[in-house]
């Protein structure tokens, strides 16, 4: 049984407590909007997951009960920054399995002020960063970075992705200016989306300029703190044809999760152990799965939570050999005019990342693509959208998307 998502809604994604709301507001807002796109009501609606890293148990009951108080499963999700995207997959299969006609997923995140901060409940980036021993889930993942690199005082998190980077350069002879052209990319984008959080532009220049948050990575190459939320209406086949709803479905032609495997670990290396490989697999599994591959695909909204990991997320798609993804960025291939579309919405880097969030916000991105509805970021005849969503811990989900 096929699923279709036949409604999307999102908040403008916004510095952390720039805006008098709660999570429960966000959440009312995105779902509100995603059944409105969709026309279903809410009565309608018969499971609902709901991914967040940084509030308390059955927060998801407490967000959802302000659409309606209708008695339905709610599901509470945390993968980390792949939660968002694991709300979705799970949508699918309860459409696919035939559990449910009608579902809404949903992500939000509140989180706290501060680059590469925590959540409202004291977090941190929703991976323990800081407590990366014993008790962390992320410990073997540290403690792989900690063996080659050693352990610095900037954030943990921009520590094992700018290693990733500095293994990158070493390896490949990527420079500094090829990183921060993922940067001035993302960020010009993001000019013309009004959901983002930051809507200016940056030259290479500005961003290699920029504070350096852990060596090669500086300040405008990293995701922001994020408040905001997300939400996919994803109904059966049936649903779609008894409801009228063909105009405005799009297929959900091929998804997969993987997470780690020994090759996360074996080398050594902070690229294996920040998700190359759990990338790769996904990929593999969503294009065998969905019968395309990564010629179909026109537009893409990828993990790019620091600039280097859209350099390695290239690769694990299948966009360019290994190495070669600097160089990629660096010829036009993956802006308007060239080969893909990659992060139109501004990314992670520009638009935000709210972590539960990150996952449906792509998803609803590539709806709009596919519809023809992205406004002045429209990719012209984009049919086919891939969304990568990635968590440390860790999780990464491939999402094919087909205009029905």
Known sequence: MKAYIVGVGMTKFEKPESRDWQYWDMVKEAGEAALTDAGVAYGQVQ???????????TAGQRAVYELGLSGIPVYNVNNNCATGSTALMMARQFVEGG????????GFEKMKRGALGGGSDGGARGEAAHDWGKTSPVARHYGVMAAGHGFETTPPTAQIFGNAAREHMERYGTTEAQLAAVGAKNHRHSVNNPYAQFQDPYTVDEILAARTIHRPLTKLQCSPTSDGAAAAVVVSERFVAEHGLRDRAVEIAGQAMTTDTEESFASGSCIDVVG???????????YETSGLGIEDVDVVELHDCFSVNELLTYEALGMCPDGASGKLVESGGTTYGGRWVVNPSGGLISKGHPLGATGLAQAAELTWQLRGLAGARQVDGARVGLAHNIGLGGAAVVTLLRKS
């Not at 499971?47 to 148990?57: D, E, I, N």
């Not at 190359?276 to 969503?286: F, L, N, V, W, Y």
């Open 99 to 106: 559990i449910a006609d009608c579902v809404l997923a949903l």
């Open 276 to 286: 190359r490989p759990m990338s790769r697999e996904a990929a593999r599994q969503a």
């Open 47 to 57: 499971q609902v997951p709901v991914g967040y890293c940084f509030q308390a148990s």
